[in-house]
Every structure is written in structure tokens, then in C-alpha cells.
Nanobody, 124 residues
Framework: QVRLVESGGGSVQAGGSLSLSCVAS????????VSWFRQTPGKEREFVSL???????TYADSVKGRFTISQDKSKNMVSLQMNDLKPEDSAMYYC??????????????????WGQGTQVSVSS
């Protein structure tokens, strides 16, 4: 199947920046839509950003203009550049990969794939 590993989380002061990475391994020879979600204790996991396999991007209103999602297909990696961080951005950040229809059936069956998360803490 597909394994996702996030990295890049940490503790920063408000106004600072972090760059998160999501690296995929396993079967990565078909196209995936990759998104970032975040979650704090007691709240539902919320959508942050999406990049389609064709490169089209989508952002939640709360991060629009501050976060940038990008992909490096050669490295099977999706990044989330987070600028002007605010305390309300503090959360566990997860990446999610959704296989497209042209992926092999076993890969589609296991979709979506989630990473284990990376913690982002922003202090005021």
C-alpha cells in the first residue's frame, strides 16, 4: 500500500514560519490527490489544504494567503509552507492521500491513506 510520513512540525512564536513535508513510500506509481488536515483535542479534524494530482490547489479560508501547498512528484513529497503562523494554527497536522481511479485496485481499496501527524505549536 502507501505509507505517509509527516515531518517539519515544531514550536514557533506567532508570526513565524514552518514548512511541513509529507513523504510517501510504497506504491507511489499512480496519481494521488494529497491534502493536509489539522486537529486539536476535542475537535473534529479540519481541512487545511489540497493539491490535486494535476497541481490544482485549494485552501481553507482560515489559512488562505498564509499557507502554500506544493508537490515534488520526483520525491513523492507534498509540502505545506506555513507563514505568519497564529496561535489558532496550533494543532496536529496530518497529510492524506486519495488515489485516483487509474491506480491499481489494491491501492484504491486502501485509500485514503493517512500519516501519523506532526505537531505544530504556535505561542503568542
Amino acid at each position: 500500500q502507501v505509507r505517509l510520513v509527516e515531518s517539519g512540525g515544531g514550536s514557533v512564536q506567532a508570526g513565524g514560519s514552518l514548512s511541513l513535508s509529507c513523504v510517501a513510500s510504497g506504491y507511489t506509481y499512480c496519481n494521488f490527490d494529497v491534502s493536509w488536515f489539522r486537529q486539536t483535542p476535542g475537535k473534529e479534524r479540519e481541512f487545511v489544504s489540497l493539491i490535486d494530482s494535476d497541481g490544482s490547489t485549494t485552501y481553507a479560508d482560515s489559512v488562505k494567503g498564509r499557507f502554500t501547498i506544493s508537490q515534488d512528484k520526483s520525491k513523492n513529497m507534498v509540502s505545506l509552507q506555513m507563514n505568519d503562523l497564529k496561535p489558532e494554527d496550533s494543532a496536529m497536522y496530518y497529510c492524506k492521500a486519495d488515489s485516483r481511479r487509474r491506480c491499481p485496485a489494491p491501492v484504491v481499496a486502501g485509500s485514503p491513506y493517512w500519516g501519523q501527524g506532526t505537531q505544530v505549536s504556535v505561542s503568542s
